[in-house]
């Protein structure tokens, strides 16, 4: 069976997007599964969260055509490739915006992606622009991470919509892969409310493990270092696999 390509997407940032692709994909490699992470934003979080950088070829390649396995490189974890990011890629955005058919240029890139990994992740950039329009475009289905916080229905009723569009123009086999609650603080009420109130209006969609609120998490990518290998006793680490697990029963 072919590998799936889901676009993380999100267009608020700070909702553990980064975080969420790169977590997913080391523990989807540490179980034996060949995984890809596609950084296609160009704050290139995704690159430096698993220690890598740019150098020479990025995610700017793949817009250009360049073949996937010309750019797809080795990290420190076993089963686990990159194709980084780099600045520069915030130039293409505005680039594509200005081509008639600079929506699929990902699609093209990754057609074959599933050929040799099990998983692909691409990390977006925290909008709806070009580049996560050509993340959608090239996907199988999206996941979306949203923090447990006031305004999370607001911005996922938009991505639904921008969802339903990309479908209906460029991609019909697009489809959400599922809600993760991320950063809830099960100690307030707030937390609570949101993820109700998120869990009342897409039901089955949302995975039943959220990701708490931590400090191992967010410590992490200063060490170049997903939380499950910089800290695999803790309690993100171990609701990251639990989601990677839940994904897997899924696909």
Not at 129 to 150: F, I
Request: net charge neutral; hydrophobic share 40%.
């Amino acid at each position: 069976m072919p590998g799936r390509v889901y676009a993380l997407a999100n267009q608020k940032g700070g909702v553990g997007k980064t975080t969420t692709a790169i977590n997913l994909a080391a523990c989807l490699a540490e179980a034996g599964e060949r995984t890809l992470v596609v950084d296609l934003d160009p704050q290139a979080n995704a690159t430096s969260g698993l220690g890598e950088r740019a150098n020479g070829s990025s995610s700017l390649d793949l817009l250009d055509g360049i073949s996937l396995d010309r750019l797809a490189k080795p990290t420190r974890f076993p089963r686990l490739d990159l194709v980084p990011s780099k600045p520069e890629l915030a130039g293409a955005a505005v680039e594509l915006s200005r081509r008639g058919d600079g929506e699929r240029y990902l699609a093209e890139s990754l057609a074959r992606a599933g050929e040799n990994y099990a998983f692909v992740f691409v990390d977006c950039p925290p909008s709806l622009g070009p580049l996560t329009v050509n993340a959608l475009a090239a996907a199988d289905r999206v996941l979306v991470p949203v923090q447990a916080e006031y305004y999370a229905l607001e911005g996922l009723a938009q991505l639904v919509g921008s969802v339903e569009l990309v479908r209906s123009r460029l991609n019909p086999r697009l489809a959400i892969g599922g809600v993760i609650l991320t950063m809830v603080d099960r100690r307030t009420r707030l937390a609570a409310d949101v993820s109700d109130e998120v869990r009342r209006h897409f039901g089955e969609l949302v995975f039943k493990t959220a990701v708490p609120r931590s400090v191992r998490v967010a410590e992490a990518p200063s060490y170049g270092l997903p939380v499950t290998s910089y800290d695999r006793d803790s309690a993100g680490a171990d609701a990251y696999w639990k989601v990677a697990m839940e994904l897997v029963g899924r696909s």
